[in-house]
């Protein structure tokens, strides 16, 4: 598989191993970034994996952009004989009521699906962590099945609650704290996504997989979950 290396900044450099969202070219990312980070090369400050490429943070002192790409090929060419261990997969508790499923009656009519026919899609599938971003904890799932694809909201809410379980696109994830957001909620969650003690903040990390796992208004009030 051909990869394309182009600047993105002054000291950062962006390899890209395709275009689409596929579990092979986001295999071959994850890969890729654990040769580079086992080789803990002096120079590189920060490597960041995503769906379909991979960013790394370098001295400029050390590196030029044609020197840090020949650095950066030669670790990778050979990751892919790198043995992956099993993704971990971790049970999101969600509550997909109506008082914190704020765009289920709008899929329902957007999509001509019921309610629980949506929420039925959307806990049958086991999802991809592809990417860590936007906000700490908020990681990028997918996919979602094609009858659940849907744009983002045309005006983004100012303030959309924390735990809450989104969708758009392909895409679903969980806000892991009150912020401004476009996509779709379909319930909340009151397992926190991002804390301290947990290993590098996030409950989730790329390669894992995540399922979501439907509970009532009393399990969700018991959990500590907040309507």
Request: aromatic share 16%; hydrophobic share 40%.
């Given at each position: 598989m051909s990869r394309v290396y182009k600047i993105a900044s002054e000291s950062?450099?962006?390899?890209?191993?395709?275009?689409?969202?596929?579990?092979?070219?986001s295999q071959e990312v994850q890969k890729s970034y654990l040769a580079l980070k086992a080789e803990k090369c002096d120079g590189f400050f920060e490597i960041i994996p995503s769906y379909a490429s991979l960013m790394v943070?370098?001295?400029v002192i050390q590196f030029d952009f044609d020197g840090v790409c020949e650095k950066i090929e030669k670790i990778i060419h050979h990751a892919e004989e790198i043995t992956m261990s099993e993704p971990k997969i971790i049970t999101i508790p969600t509550y997909y009521g109506l008082e914190v499923g704020l765009d289920l009656e709008l899929l329902s009519q957007e999509k001509n699906l019921s309610v629980e026919e949506i929420i039925a899609l959307h806990v049958k599938g086991l999802y991809s962590v592809y990417a860590i971003g936007f906000a700490p904890g908020f990681a990028y799932l997918g996919e979602i099945d094609e009858r659940l694809a849907t744009s983002r909201l045309a005006s983004p809410r100012k303030s959309v609650p924390k735990g809450s379980v989104s969708i758009a696109d392909r895409q679903t994830a969980v806000y892991p704290t009150q912020s401004p957001g476009g996509w779709k909620v379909l319930g909340r969650t009151p397992t926190a996504m991002f804390d301290a003690s947990y290993d590098g903040l996030s409950l989730l990390h790329?390669?894992?997989h995540v399922k979501f796992e439907p509970i009532c208004k009393e399990e969700f009030l018991r959990l500590g979950g907040t309507l």
């Open positions: 950062s450099v962006i390899v890209y191993f395709g275009s689409t969202i596929e579990p092979a070219i943070s370098y001295d790329v390669g894992d």
